[in-house]
Nanobody
């Protein structure tokens, strides 16, 4: 049982920035691959970014979003800059053992999500 709790979502204007946080329970955080996914109303949940030893970002967010982690705090972050209206979605934190993955099905643990709304 791993619990993930997201925070930091909110309303921001296009071009603005937001930093999401995901706090994880347990003592094995450093061994997990962590990821952020997002889901807009009526759309499929999609991969955003993941981190283990390395990072990987969805093409549409490269140069704008940066995933990072602080193992001492059992926390993963998503720094979002130059936000666009199409970034509006519920953002979910996810965790799995082993390598990073862009597949929803590969992640065992999920947070409840945090709403990000970007206005134009």
């Amino acid at each position: 049982q791993v619990q993930l709790v997201e925070s930091g979502g909110g309303l921001v204007q296009a071009g603005g920035s937001l930093r999401l946080s995901c706090a994880a329970s347990g003592s094995s955080f450093s061994s997990y691959a962590m990821a952020w996914f997002r889901q807009a109303p009526g759309k499929e949940r999609e991969f955003v970014a993941a981190i283990s030893r390395v990072t990987y970002h969805k093409d549409s967010v490269k140069g704008r979003f940066t995933i990072s982690r602080d193992n001492a705090k059992n926390t993963v972050y998503l720094q979002m800059n130059s936000l666009k209206p199409e970034d509006t979605a519920v953002y979910y934190c996810a965790a799995r053992a082993g390598m990073i993955s862009g597949s929803v099905a590969e992640y065992r643990y999920w947070g409840q999500g945090t709403q990000v709304t970007v206005s134009s």
